[in-house]
């Protein structure tokens, strides 16, 4: 099993551009979660998907947005792109009865 | 909504000794602790994990308390040795929307000196 699966790995954009994130993972796990991580101030949730066909805001949804295209992938979306946005996302899943969180390996995003 | 804080934000410990993390949160709905170790350039990886029905876990070298009376939970690392350098998050968790919800302190970065 691959686990949580993310692309790209790394990607620089300029300020108005738009790109996705991709996500997958393997583990049949019903949730998925995207998170920002900045310097400084761990990290921060920004949508979540409790299960296929749902989704809701986290704590910094701005500026994003997310579609749980099946039960395996859940992507984030950034329409225009701004410097602010220059960060670390991490995607993770959930499933089952535990508690356990499962992270990607991360896309590093540079917004100039 | 449910906050987290961690100190301290840095922690230098010669190899050998004892490195203590402490969390507190807000929410008395929490009711699972994750803690992540970081290294650099690299995902979070859960090193252990308590849940509120229970006061102290340990595996190995690291242990991990709660006080919910307090709401305080402290990470514990015995015997530290160079390869446990890296950065630790706690986080506070609640079942929320059919799933659960995490949130994060803002990490300690160790360093063991050799």
């Known amino acids: 099993n691959a686990g949580v699966t993310q692309t790209p790995k790394f990607q620089v954009l300029k300020t108005g551009q738009s790109m996705t994130l991709q996500c997958a993972q393997d583990?049949?796990?019903?949730?998925m979660y995207w998170y920002r991580q900045d310097p400084g101030m761990g990290l921060r949730l920004i949508y979540y998907?409790?299960?296929?066909?749902?989704?809701d805001k986290g704590e910094v949804p701005n500026g994003y947005n997310v579609s749980r295209l099946n039960k395996r992938e859940f992507s984030l979306r950034l329409e225009s792109a701004a410097p602010s946005q220059t960060s670390v996302y991490f995607c993770?899943?959930?499933?089952?009865?535990?508690?356990?969180?499962?992270f990607g390996p991360g896309t590093r995003l540079l917004v100039l | 909504g449910e906050n987290v804080e961690q100190h301290p934000s840095t922690l230098s410990v010669q190899e050998g000794d004892s490195a203590v993390i402490k969390c507190t949160y807000s929410?008395?709905?929490?009711?699972?602790f994750p803690w992540y170790k970081q290294e650099l350039g690299k995902r979070p990886q859960l090193i252990i994990d308590?849940?509120?029905?229970?006061g102290e876990k340990k595996d190995q070298r690291i242990a991990v308390t709660l006080n919910k009376t307090a709401k305080h939970f402290s990470l514990h690392i015995t015997e530290t040795q160079p390869e446990d350098s890296a950065v630790y998050f706690c986080?506070?968790?609640?079942?929320?929307?059919?799933?659960?919800?995490?949130?994060f302190g803002t990490g300690t970065r160790l360093k063991v000196l050799a």
């Open positions: 308590i849940r509120s029905n229970v």
């Open positions: 998907s409790a299960s296929e066909g749902t989704t």
């Open positions: 986080a506070a968790s609640q079942p929320l929307s059919g799933t659960y919800k995490y949130i």
């Open positions: 583990m049949n796990h019903n949730s």
């Open positions: 993770a899943s959930r499933g089952g009865s535990g508690e356990t969180q499962y």
């Open positions: 929410d008395s709905a929490s009711n699972y």
